[in-house]
């Protein structure tokens, strides 16, 4: 089992951009496909960006495209969520997850372990 502890998160205005950083513990984050995932009050957790256990394959909803970029650092074994652009509709808690299944899985039920969260708020 994997531990996940988010961080980064904040207030910033629209246009503005965070960086969120996701620490595991337990075991290499290497054995695992990453994702970020985001909870707005009153909607539905949705899906943000993943990779790939070895890195390679990478998938953002098409929301995020262009602006947020997923990386990791398999000796840090921390992943990162750079967030450019910002707009009040990504205001959300941001939530790193793990998972076992090959490939980049983008469904939360896809995904064996969570972090706590870290909230963003973009606003002016």
């Known amino acids: 089992q994997v531990q996940l502890v988010e961080s980064g998160g904040g207030l910033v205005q629209p246009g503005g951009s965070l960086r969120l950083s996701c620490a595991a513990s337990?075991?290499?984050?290497?054995?695992?496909?990453m994702g970020w995932f985001r909870q707005a009050p009153g909607k539905e957790r949705e899906f943000v960006a993943a990779t790939s256990r070895s890195g390679p394959s990478i998938r953002y909803a098409d929301s995020v495209k262009g602006r947020f970029n997923i990386s990791r650092d398999y000796i840090k074994n921390t992943v990162y969520l750079q967030m450019n652009m910002l707009k009040t509709e990504d205001t959300a808690i941001y939530y790193c997850?793990?998972?076992?299944?090959?490939?980049?899985?983008?469904?939360?039920?896809?995904?064996?372990?969570w972090g706590p969260g870290t909230q963003v708020t973009v606003s002016s």
């Open positions: 997850a793990a998972s076992r299944r090959i490939g980049v899985p983008d469904a939360a039920s896809e995904y064996d372990s």
């Open positions: 337990g075991r290499a984050s290497s054995s695992y496909a």
